[in-house]
């Protein structure tokens, strides 16, 4: 028996009521993404007594092979301790799994509230129990003091055999801006079409608009095998921060690399 059902479009309104129950920031964020065309496109619910009570799902990022991101996930404050998200992270792993899902990621924060405590710690260690590790930390991330933790589940054996070949890639930056959930840490956009990869001098030029803008931090994040990326991101002052491991496909993971003013 199917313990979760795929999102329908007349679920979305509770569904941001559950989520809004405990984080309204995340619900303002998720309510908009699953009104968009295809915003539900795999995301599932749970029910009880025909009541949805949770709501779960996937997300995957562009030139990947078999990543996703686990998206919103949340049971109703009512129904929690009851073994409910487990369950339904549980079926929505074996859903991935038929899909062939490679790798899985989830993030998670590490705020504490002054009230109720640490108020990520129960999904953290549901996350853990299930076999995520914890890959990459950003500390200061979302804000000075909040870290964002990023777990990784592998799903099926790594390719033993995958030879990755280094990346002549013509990386250009494209745009400046504030990460999502985050108060002053930017990031910058940017495309592989470029006639040639960026210098030191474009580094600079981003930096120096995030200084205007007053910003905290500067994330970045690419593929492993890009030649020349990671030795002009640290020659600029960026510092490696870490990697997710095998993020785009088997032996080619994503690099991070973190600014601070």
Partial sequence: MSFIREMKTEDIDVVVKIIASQSEEDAEEAEPGYREVGG??????????????GVTGFVS??????THWLSWTYVDENHTGKGNGRKMLNELLEVVK???????????SDYIDEEDGDIYAAALHLYQSLGFKK?????????????????????KDAVAENVIEPDECPVQFNSVFEIDETDDAYSFGWHDEGVSAFTQDDVKVGLNQVREDEG???FLSF??????????????????????????E??????HFTYRF
Avoid: W
């Fill in 250 to 255: 088997d032996g080619i993971h994503e690099q």
């Fill in 40 to 53: 539900i496109m795999d995301q599932y619910v749970i029910e009880q007594d025909g009541q949805v009570i």
């Fill in 61 to 66: 990022p562009p030139g990947c092979e078999q």
């Fill in 98 to 108: 038929e899909q062939g899902g490679r790798k899985i990621f989830v993030k998670v």
């Fill in 223 to 248: 593929p492993s095998n890009f030649v020349g990326v990671s030795e002009t991101l640290l020659a600029s002052g960026f510092s490696n921060s870490g990697v997710l491991d095998d993020y785009y």
């Fill in 216 to 218: 905290r931090a500067v």
């Fill in 135 to 155: 890959e990459l930390i950003h500390k200061d991330y979302y804000t000075e003091g909040e870290a964002q933790i990023v777990l990784g589940l592998r799903l």
